[in-house]
């Protein structure tokens, strides 16, 4: 076991660190106020690899593993957890969905396009009666005229109102359960298809999320991705490697709130001493530093099974399930550190607590994880 970087990584981290910190954290808090989705930093983004990180050089991609891809999250996540998001989303879901169910044509046609951000991409799973129970999906899609027509509705899809192109789940045999949901790739402008309600969210304010709707959605046979009855099954694939970005992502916004405090503690000053220098606030920063490398690893683990072809069921949703933890006790121990001043927007973590949350939440709950952890655990 090597656990020391190679030069390409640093080089990558201090690439995307510095990318972060001169094209992001100038405007954090004015896209997190103003809900302003930052398109052409995205499309920056784009142009670094960033967009399309864990997909081969021959169709647009940057060629890297998930080790590679974990530190571009950790990066993002330390300065703005939205753009992180929407990096995750994008790469994770849309991208790999096709790249890992898709035929030649499909993954020739929308690859190259998503990978250099020349379109963006989102991922519909979760339904308002299908969340984490996502079996339990209501929309449909019917075989009709040499045409698959759709009707229902998404939501929580993350992009949805900038996406090109759109992954959805449907249903095209209901008595088949879990083997009777199909996954389908639909462009921007397809009659019958538009985006819905834009949400309102605590945090992560600048990624958008909302519904995405079918009316009598016409697409063409070539737009099945995957083999007929097996979107479900595929996109439990999908989330194995989704987990882990947002398991990176947990880390680089605990990340960020550790060094917001690390730094606070130095400077503020109460009872004529820095509060660093007090053993209380040495021991939260002291656990914050252990609990963050501890989350590191067991998510460069999962990556680095992932990138030798293994199966990271149990990994990934370990390393998600301890890191999205971690990450709120390090946001909540971070604010505390700061005192009041934690509380106001003039401060870092004041977002990086509100933006945590999500991280125990998406791409499967805490509660999610525990089952599909015991469930592996089981099988031995």
């Given at each position: 076991?090597?656990?020391?970087?190679?030069?390409?990584?640093?080089?990558?981290?201090?690439?995307?660190?510095?990318?972060?910190?001169?094209?992001?954290?100038?405007?954090?808090?004015?896209?997190?106020?103003?809900?302003?989705?930052?398109?052409?930093?995205?499309?920056?983004?784009?142009?670094?690899?960033?967009?399309?990180?864990?997909?081969?050089?021959?169709?647009?991609?940057?060629?890297?593993?998930?080790?590679?891809?974990?530190?571009?999250?950790?990066?993002?996540?330390?300065?703005?957890?939205?753009?992180?998001?929407?990096?995750?989303a994008?790469?994770?879901?849309?991208?790999?969905?096709?790249?890992?169910?898709?035929?030649?044509?499909?993954?020739e046609?929308?690859?190259?396009?998503?990978?250099?951000?020349?379109?963006?991409?989102?991922?519909?799973?979760?339904?308002?009666?299908?969340?984490?129970?996502?079996a339990?999906t209501?929309?449909?899609?019917?075989?009709?005229?040499?045409?698959?027509?759709?009707?229902?509705?998404?939501t929580?899809?993350?992009?949805?109102?900038?996406?090109?192109?759109?992954?959805?789940?449907?249903?095209?045999d209901?008595?088949?359960?879990?083997?009777?949901?199909?996954?389908?790739?639909?462009?921007?402008?397809?009659?019958?298809?538009?985006?819905?309600?834009?949400?309102?969210?605590?945090?992560?304010?600048?990624?958008?999320?909302?519904?995405?709707?079918?009316?009598?959605?016409?697409?063409?046979?070539?737009?099945?991705?995957?083999?007929?009855?097996?979107?479900?099954?595929?996109?439990?694939?999908?989330?194995?490697?989704?987990?882990?970005?947002?398991?990176?992502?947990?880390?680089?916004?605990?990340?960020?709130?550790?060094?917001a405090?690390?730094?606070?503690s130095?400077?503020?000053?109460?009872?004529?001493?820095?509060?660093?220098?007090?053993?209380?606030?040495?021991?939260?920063?002291?656990?914050?530093?252990?609990?963050?490398?501890?989350?590191?690893?067991?998510?460069?683990?999962?990556?680095?099974?992932?990138d030798?072809?293994?199966?990271?069921?149990?990994?990934?949703?370990?390393?998600?399930?301890?890191?999205?933890?971690?990450?709120?006790?390090?946001?909540?121990?971070?604010?505390?550190?700061?005192?009041?001043?934690?509380?106001?927007?003039?401060?870092?973590?004041?977002?990086f607590?509100?933006?945590?949350?999500?991280?125990?939440?998406?791409?499967?709950?805490?509660?999610i994880?525990?089952?599909v952890?015991?469930?592996?655990?089981?099988?031995?």
């Amino acid at each position: 076991m090597d656990f020391e970087y190679s030069t390409e990584q640093l080089h990558l981290r201090k690439t995307i660190r510095n990318f972060a910190e001169t094209e992001i954290a100038p405007h954090v808090l004015e896209w997190d106020e103003k809900q302003i989705f930052p398109l052409d930093l995205i499309k920056k983004a784009g142009e670094l690899g960033v967009m399309g990180a864990i997909f081969p050089e021959e169709l647009g991609g940057a060629g890297f593993g998930y080790i590679e891809y974990s530190i571009i999250m950790e990066e993002l996540a330390r300065v703005d957890p939205s753009v992180a998001l929407i990096v995750a989303a994008h790469n994770s879901l849309c991208t790999n969905h096709i790249y890992l169910a898709g035929n030649e044509q499909q993954r020739e046609k929308y690859i190259p396009k998503l990978a250099t951000a020349e379109w963006i991409g989102c991922w519909s799973l979760t339904e308002p009666e299908a969340g984490s129970d996502a079996a339990g999906t209501r929309s449909t899609a019917a075989l009709k005229d040499g045409h698959w027509v759709l009707n229902g509705g998404k939501t929580f899809t993350t992009n949805a109102h900038y996406a090109d192109v759109c992954v959805a789940m449907a249903v095209t045999d209901r008595a088949a359960s879990q083997h009777g949901i199909s996954a389908f790739i639909l462009e921007r402008g397809t009659p019958g298809f538009c985006v819905g309600k834009k949400e309102n969210k605590l945090g992560m304010r600048a990624s958008a999320t909302g519904e995405v709707l079918f009316a009598d959605c016409r697409l063409p046979e070539t737009q099945l991705l995957g083999k007929r009855g097996e979107g479900f099954v595929d996109s439990l694939r999908i989330l194995d490697g989704g987990r882990i970005s947002i398991a990176a992502l947990a880390v680089g916004i605990a990340q960020g709130a550790y060094e917001a405090a690390l730094k606070y503690s130095k400077h503020r000053k109460q009872f004529g001493r820095f509060i660093s220098e007090f053993q209380a606030i040495q021991d939260k920063l002291a656990n914050m530093a252990t609990d963050i490398e501890a989350a590191r690893w067991l998510v460069y683990c999962a990556g680095a099974r992932k990138d030798g072809g293994k199966r990271v069921t149990r990994e990934s949703a370990m390393a998600k399930l301890f890191a999205s933890e971690m990450a709120v006790k390090a946001a909540d121990a971070a604010l505390q550190i700061h005192g009041g001043y934690g509380f106001i927007k003039d401060y870092p973590v004041e977002k990086f607590y509100r933006d945590v949350k999500l991280c125990t939440i998406g791409e499967g709950t805490s509660e999610i994880q525990r089952l599909v952890i015991a469930r592996q655990l089981l099988k031995e």
